[in-house]
């Protein structure tokens, strides 16, 4: 069983063709997916479309992107009922984007905490969304240290690889663990190192497409090309990569 920890079939570029996707991912032997929210409509679609399609292993997280930050007060009120929904199993996508910079860094700060507090408050995992801001991230971080955290897209490099993994977080790794150039080199350093225990796989669907489709739309069902990459770099076989992944998504969202 493979498994994509971050798409967004809930996104303008998927959702019109929402089933042909989530039937080549069923033929790529991508058993769940776990849909991301990035606002409010799109963490409503996202528990809609987990509840509609469970026999598909569809899962939904909820949250506000720091891209998004800025049109939101507060945590949505509507969330604390979303989330009763069992097929919601994580909150985000939430963190610091500091590379765009679409909402001032203080808003991003004040969201990304108010997310971190709702995820203790309800005894839930979060998924991360931190882009050349990880020295301000981890400095968050280390108060709510005991948040089950996901870093999706892991960017922080060998870097902040040891302190990520002090605090018991997953390392999700996506299409650029598949393109050419410095940035991608240096994450496959990462993922020779990372222990098994940390690592997740996703794609981020429709975006961060694997070779050999970079330039198109990304789809779950392509999650494999990230999990054939990693088992090259590990020198392990796709079989026993799918094991580890599938038992740290299991730990990590509290699948049974
Ligand atoms: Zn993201
Ligand atoms: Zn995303």
């Known amino acids: 069983m493979l498994i994509d920890s971050h798409c967004h079939i809930n996104s303008d570029e998927l959702r019109p063709d929402a089933r042909a996707v989530i039937m080549r991912a069923m033929d790529a032997d991508v058993r769940r997916m776990v849909i991301v929210g990035c606002d409010y409509e799109d963490s409503c679609e996202a528990a809609a479309m987990a509840g509609d399609f469970p026999q598909y292993g569809l899962y939904a997280s909820v949250g506000i992107h720091p891209h998004e930050a800025r049109r939101y007060p507060d945590i949505p009120p509507e969330f604390s009922r979303i989330i009763q929904n069992k097929r919601v199993v994580a909150i985000g996508e939430t963190g610091l984007d500091y590379h765009y910079d679409h909402s001032p860094r203080d808003v991003q700060k004040r969201?990304?905490?108010?997310?971190?507090?709702?995820?203790?408050?309800?005894?839930?995992?979060?998924?991360?969304?931190?882009?050349?801001?990880?020295?301000?991230?981890?400095?968050?971080?280390?108060?709510?240290?005991?948040?089950?955290?996901?870093?999706?897209?892991y960017s922080g490099g060998l870097e902040y690889l040891n302190e990520v993994i002090g605090m018991g977080g997953m390392c999700a790794f996506g299409g650029a663990i598949t393109w050419d150039g410095k940035n991608s080199e240096e994450l496959r350093e990462v993922v020779r190192r990372i222990p098994a225990g940390n690592i997740l796989c996703e794609t981020d669907s429709p975006y961060m497409t694997p070779s050999p489709f970079r330039g198109k739309r990304n789809e779950p069902s392509y999650?494999?090309?990230?999990?054939?990459?990693?088992?090259?770099?590990?020198?392990?076989?796709?079989?026993?990569?799918?094991?580890?992944?599938?038992?740290?998504?299991?730990?990590?969202?509290?699948?049974?």
């Open 111 to 153: 969201m990304f905490e108010l997310h971190l507090k709702f995820a203790e408050d309800n005894n839930m995992p979060v998924i991360l969304h931190i882009r050349d801001a990880m020295n301000d991230a981890m400095e968050i971080l280390t108060v709510h240290r005991g948040v089950k955290m996901l870093f999706h897209c």
């Open 223 to 256: 999650v494999r090309y990230v999990y054939e990459a990693i088992a090259h770099e590990r020198s392990i076989s796709l079989q026993e990569l799918a094991g580890i992944v599938e038992g740290n998504a299991r730990r990590f969202f509290g699948w049974e």
